[in-house]
C-alpha cells in the first residue's frame, strides 16, 4: 500500500495525488490477489488504504478533532469488506446548527472525494434524524448498525448507538421477521435457486448477502458481532461455522475477481466475464472440464 503523500496547497493537487495513489494501490492489490493472497487480508487492507484518504479529507476541509460534528463509515465500508469497485458510504453526525455551520465545508468534502476517484455515498444526519430515518427504513438502519467510527470521539458514538438502539427503532423480533421477509422476497426474484447461468453472488440465494443477513441478525437480535459468537450460544455447530467461513471466502473472493475483470462494480457471474474470471482465479481447462465448467461447478457446490 503506497503511502499518504504530502498535503498539496490546492485541493485539485491533493484530489489528484490521492487517485493516483488509489489507482497505484488497487493496481498493488490486483497482483495479490492473482498471487493467491487471503481475501479478507486483501478486504482489510483495502479499506484501511481508503480510510487514510478519507481521514486527510476530512482534516482537509473540516479540521483535526471537531467536537460538533463526527463520521461514520456505514455499510459494507463499515463492516471492513471493501472489493474493488464497492461504494464508500459514509455518515456525518452533526446536530442542526453544525450541520449548518458546517455546510459549505462538508460540501467541498464530498467532492474532494468524488474528484479523489472514490464512489462516496453519504448522509447528513443529527442524532433525531438518524433515529427518524432508521424507524422509517429497515435499509438504513442496517447500514448503520454496521457504523465504524473513522474521525470522531466516544461521545457522538455513544449519541449514534443511541439513535439507532431497539427502543427507537425496530426491536430484535421485529427486525429479524423483517429481514426474514426481506430474504424471502429476494431470494423469488431469482426464482428460489443459485443454480442460474448467470447467477448473482452477491444477492442471490445461498450468496453474500445472505450472510451478511446473518451478520445483521446476530448483532440486532443477539448483540453478537460476527458469527463466531453464535457457535457458543448454540445457534451453530463450530464445522458448521467452519463450512460458512470457508464458502464465504470462497464467494468474495469470487466476487473480488469479478469486479476486476468487470473493471466496475458488476455481481453477476455474467457469460462476458466467465471465461477471464475462471482463467485469473486459475482454473485450466481440459477436454473433458473447461476451466469455466469448473469455476461454475464450484459455484454451485
Known sequence: MSAV????????????AARAALAGDDAAFAARFDAGEDIDRLLAARTRAVDEWVRQAWQRCIGQEPTDIGLFAIGGYGRGELFPHSDIDLLVLAEPDAQQARHDALARLFALLWDAGLPVGHAVRSAAECSEAAAADITVLTAMLEARPLQTNAAEVARLQEAIAPDHAWPPREYFLAKRAEQRERHARFDDT????????KEGPGGLRDVHTLHWM???????????????????????????????????????????????????????YQKALAERLGHTGDAGNLAVEQMMQGFYR
Open 194 to 201: 443459485a443454480d442460474n447461468l448467470e447467477p448473482n453472488i
Open 218 to 272: 446476530a448483532l440486532r437480535v443477539l448483540g453478537a458481532r460476527g458469527l463466531e459468537p453464535l457457535v457458543a450460544l448454540g445457534q451453530f455447530g463450530a464445522d458448521e461455522y467452519a463450512t460458512l467461513e470457508r464458502q464465504r471466502r470462497d464467494l468474495s473472493r469470487l466476487r473480488w475477481g469479478l469486479h476486476l475483470v468487470a473493471g466496475r462494480r458488476e455481481e453477476r457471474l455474467r457469460f462476458d
Open 5 to 16: 503523500q504530502p498535503r498539496p496547497a490546492d485541493d485539485a493537487g491533493w484530489a489528484a
